[in-house]
C-alpha cells in the first residue's frame, strides 16, 4: 500500500495569514497518462468530508480560490490563503493513483 | 446536482450481517465506478471498496481489512449501489460513506455500530 504522510498534524492560524498542509507518498503519484492522483479533502466537524482538490492542483466545484495546491512525484502541499473561520477542521490528502489511502489528516484550528 | 445518500446503518451484533445501501442521483449512475469509506470513531478516512462501471467490467476491489467478508454490488436501473458486511466485527464499527467516481461527491454516511 502507498504511504501518506501529512505534516503538521495539527495548525493554529490567525484569520487572515496563510497556512501549508504537507503530503509525502511512499511512491511516486504520477501515472503513465501523465496525470497525478491526488486529493484533498476538508473535513469540517460533525460534517462529511468535502472535497478541495484533484490532480493535485484542480480546485473541485465552488471550492474558492484561496485554496490551492502544488507538488508532483512524492512532494504535494495544500496551501490556504487568507485563512477564515469556515477553513476550521481536518484537512486530508489522498491518494488515487493504486488502491486508495490517506495521510493521518491535520487539524487546522484559528488563534 | 449530484446527491449519494447512504442507508442502512444500526447496531449489529458481532458476527452478523449488514447490507448499506447508497442511493445517487443527479448523473449518470451506470457511466461510474461508486466507492464505500469509513471512518471509525475519532480516527481518519479509510478506503473499504469500490466497484466498476458495467464498462470496465463492474469489477470490485476492497481494502485488506474487509476483503473476504464485504462485498460491493449495484443496481444501475435503480442507481443503487450496495455493501454487504459479513461476519462483522467490533472494529468495523464507524461511519460508512459512499462517493461517486469522481470521489467528489459524498454523502452523509451511515453509522454502524458492533456491539454485543
Known amino acids: 500500500d502507498i504511504v501518506m504522510t501529512q505534516t503538521p498534524l495539527s495548525l493554529s492560524v490567525t484569520p487572515g495569514q496563510s497556512a501549508s498542509i504537507s503530503c509525502r507518498s511512499s511512491?511516486?503519484?504520477?501515472?503513465?497518462?501523465?496525470?497525478?492522483?491526488v486529493y484533498w479533502y476538508l473535513q469540517r466537524p460533525g460534517q462529511s468530508p468535502q472535497l478541495l482538490l484533484y490532480d493535485v492542483s484542480s480546485r473541485f466545484s465552488g471550492v474558492p480560490d484561496r485554496f490551492s495546491g502544488s507538488g508532483s512525484g512524492t512532494d504535494f502541499t495544500l496551501r490556504i490563503s487568507r485563512v477564515e473561520a469556515a477553513d476550521v477542521g481536518v484537512y486530508y490528502c489522498?491518494?488515487?493513483?493504486?488502491?486508495?489511502?490517506f495521510g493521518q489528516g491535520t487539524t487546522v484550528e484559528i488563534k | 446536482e449530484v446527491q449519494v445518500v447512504e442507508s442502512g446503518g444500526g447496531l449489529v451484533k458481532p458476527g452478523r450481517p449488514l447490507r448499506l445501501s447508497c442511493t445517487a442521483s443527479?448523473?449518470?449512475?451506470?457511466?461510474?465506478?461508486m466507492s464505500w469509506f469509513r471512518q471509525a470513531p475519532g480516527k481518519g478516512l479509510e478506503w473499504v471498496g469500490f466497484?466498476?462501471?458495467?464498462?470496465?467490467?463492474?469489477?470490485?476491489e476492497y481494502a485488506a481489512s474487509v476483503k473476504g467478508r464485504f462485498a460491493i454490488s449495484r443496481d444501475d436501473s435503480k442507481s443503487i449501489a450496495y455493501l454487504q458486511m459479513n461476519s462483522l466485527k467490533i472494529e468495523d464499527t464507524a461511519v460508512y460513506y459512499c462517493?461517486?467516481?469522481?470521489?467528489?461527491?459524498w454523502g452523509q454516511g451511515t453509522l454502524v455500530t458492533v456491539s454485543s
Open positions: 466497484i466498476r462501471s458495467k464498462a470496465h467490467g463492474g469489477t470490485t
Open positions: 443527479g448523473f449518470m449512475f451506470g457511466d461510474y465506478a
Open positions: 489522498m491518494q488515487g493513483i493504486e488502491l486508495p489511502t
Open positions: 462517493t461517486d467516481g469522481t470521489y467528489g461527491h
Open positions: 511512491q511516486s503519484l504520477l501515472h503513465s497518462d501523465g496525470n497525478t492522483f
